[in-house]
């Protein structure tokens, strides 16, 4: 990949769509992760106005160092860059005790998990609607179009996905030459909505080096008997994601009504 070219495409395609959308610039969800750091720094070389939000809800304390570390090494080299934090753990805790009780479950924690990230979302578009911004998505192309990685109406709720074209491994690529830190370059990938340790491998099941060639190999039109052992095992799991998560990258389906019951 010619990364630098690549940088330079995307940094051009985000002022010219804040342009033509007539928005002054781009708030982004900061959360100590690879895909956040690097969206953020994309948004920061526009030389439009970038905010960056850390939202923590019980979060990990190691990602809010790494994501407060982006932060100010960004707005030491960015005079547009600003920071603001929300925390909302109190306002999650709220809202749970205000839902019906429900029994613990695997279930009720990805539905929780999935709350915290509709939080994040509704918190951006909180900030875009005060200051005019787009709110900038930081979902790579295995996440968004392969597993379906995210949460609907969560992270991705967003008005434009600039690295999701990217694999995971080119977002680390152009990570490299944005120069993001060492810490975010090496820590395990995580969505951080369970506070706890559990990384995006730990949660799918493969890392995203296997994704990626699993995604490569469903494009090439492979089949499960193709392969044997984890090779097998690993596309059965890009496969299950992918079959069961089309509803998030699909379009909402419209009932459409035929002409003659509307005449």
């Given at each position: 990949m010619k990364?630098?070219?690549?940088?330079?495409?995307?940094?051009n395609w985000l002022k010219d769509y804040a342009i033509n959308a007539k928005q002054d610039g781009f708030v982004v969800g900061v959360s100590g992760g690879i895909d956040s750091a690097v969206t953020s720094t994309l948004c920061a070389m526009t030389?439009?106005?970038?905010?960056?939000?850390?939202?923590?809800?019980?979060?990990?304390?190691?990602?809010?160092?790494?994501a407060q570390e982006h932060i100010a090494q960004l707005k030491n080299r960015f005079a547009n860059v600003t920071n603001v934090e929300v925390n909302l753990t109190e306002t999650?805790?709220?809202?749970?005790?205000?839902?019906?009780?429900?029994?613990?479950?695997d279930q009720l924690d990805l539905t929780?998990?999935?709350?915290?990230?509709?939080?994040?979302?509704?918190t951006l578009y909180y900030f875009a609607g005060l200051h005019r911004y787009l709110v900038?998505?930081?979902?790579?192309?295995?996440?968004?179009?392969?597993?379906?990685?995210?949460?609907?109406?969560?992270?991705g709720g967003v008005d434009l996905?600039?690295?999701?074209?990217?694999?995971?491994?080119?977002v680390?690529?152009?990570?490299?030459?944005?120069?993001?830190?060492?810490?975010?370059?090496?820590?395990?990938?995580?969505?951080?909505?369970?506070?706890?340790?559990?990384?995006?491998?730990?949660?799918?099941?493969?890392?995203y080096d296997e994704l990626e060639w699993a995604m490569e190999m469903k494009e090439s039109g492979k089949t499960t008997d193709d392969f044997?052992?984890?090779?097998?095992?690993?596309?059965?799991?890009?496969?299950?994601?992918?079959?069961?998560?089309?509803?998030?990258?699909?379009?909402?389906?419209?009932?459409?009504?035929?002409?003659h019951l509307k005449n």
């Open positions: 990364s630098q070219k690549v940088i330079d495409h995307i940094v030389g439009l106005r970038t905010l960056c939000v850390e939202m923590p809800i019980h979060q990990a304390p190691s990602q809010v160092t790494r999650f805790e709220t809202l749970k005790t205000g839902l019906p009780a429900a029994e613990p479950s929780l998990a999935n709350v915290r990230a509709r939080l994040r979302m509704t900038a998505g930081t979902g790579n192309k295995v996440e968004d179009f392969g597993v379906g990685f995210y949460t609907k109406y969560g992270d996905s600039p690295i999701a074209d990217l694999l995971k491994s080119e680390y690529e152009i990570a490299e030459l944005l120069g993001v830190q060492n810490s975010i370059m090496v820590a395990k990938p995580t969505d951080g909505l369970y506070g706890d340790s559990r990384s995006d491998e730990d949660q799918i099941g493969a890392n044997v052992g984890r090779q097998k095992e690993v596309f059965d799991i890009y496969s299950r994601y992918n079959r069961n998560n089309l509803h998030k990258m699909l379009p909402i389906p419209v009932c459409e009504i035929p002409l």
